[in-house]
Every structure is written in structure tokens, then in C-alpha cells.
Nanobody
């Protein structure tokens, strides 16, 4: 199917910046929607930002600070995070959906998650 691999997490001081990347690989036919989610300890996973070829959307808590973008040629989505706050500390996951080609050449839907990358913001 389709695999997603995130990178770019780390430890940063409040006010700092990080850029996350998520690369999709496999027998990809097309990718429709790509998004970033996060989950802090003891909390539910929440949508941070999403992107299609036409639109982007953001959680209210990150509007004006985070920017999502994608490179279709590389099947990669990015999350530029600026003015980070301690409350942004979480495990960040990438998600993508679209179509892939199976071993018989038929196109099938996929919805895949990455393994997560940790972002820690110190005060």
C-alpha cells in the first residue's frame, strides 16, 4: 500500500520554529488530502492542519503560526511551525488518503498514518 514517514521533530524553546516533513511512498496513483494531527499525553488526537490541491485548513490554536504545504512531485507534505508554545508539545502524526495501484494494476483507496514524530517545546 502506501507508507508515510515523518521527520523534523525535536526539542525547541518557546518562540522557536520547527519544520516537519512527511514523505509518502509505495504504488501511489494519486493523493487527495494530506494532514497533520497531534496527540499530547492524556489528550485525544486532534487535527492541526490539512491540505488538498485547492484548500488548506487549520485548527484555531495554530492559525497564523503554522503553515502546511505540499510538494506533489515528491509526495511530501510539510508543516512549518513558528512561534512555538509549550502547549504545542505533542506527538505529531501525518495522514494521507488517495489511491494506489495494487499488484494487479487496479486502483484502490488508501488512508495511511505515519509513525509520529515528537515535538517538545520548553518554556
Amino acid at each position: 500500500q502506501v507508507q508515510l514517514v515523518e521527520s523534523g521533530g525535536g526539542l525547541v524553546q518557546a518562540g522557536g520554529s520547527l519544520r516537519l516533513s512527511c514523505a509518502a511512498s509505495g504504488s501511489i496513483f494519486s493523493i487527495n488530502h494530506m494532514s497533520w494531527h497531534r496527540q499530547a499525553p492524556g489528550k485525544q488526537r486532534e487535527l492541526v492542519a490539512g491540505i488538498t490541491n485547492r484548500n488548506t485548513n487549520y485548527a484555531d490554536s495554530v492559525k497564523g503560526r503554522f503553515t502546511i504545504s505540499r510538494d506533489n512531485a515528491k509526495n511530501t507534505v510539510y508543516l512549518q511551525m513558528n512561534t512555538l508554545k509549550p502547549e504545542d508539545t505533542a506527538l505529531y502524526y501525518c495522514n494521507a488518503d488517495g489511491y494506489y495501484r495494487d499488484t494487479y494494476g487496479f486502483t484502490r483507496k488508501f488512508n495511511s498514518w505515519g509513525q509520529g514524530t515528537q515535538v517538545t517545546v520548553s518554556s
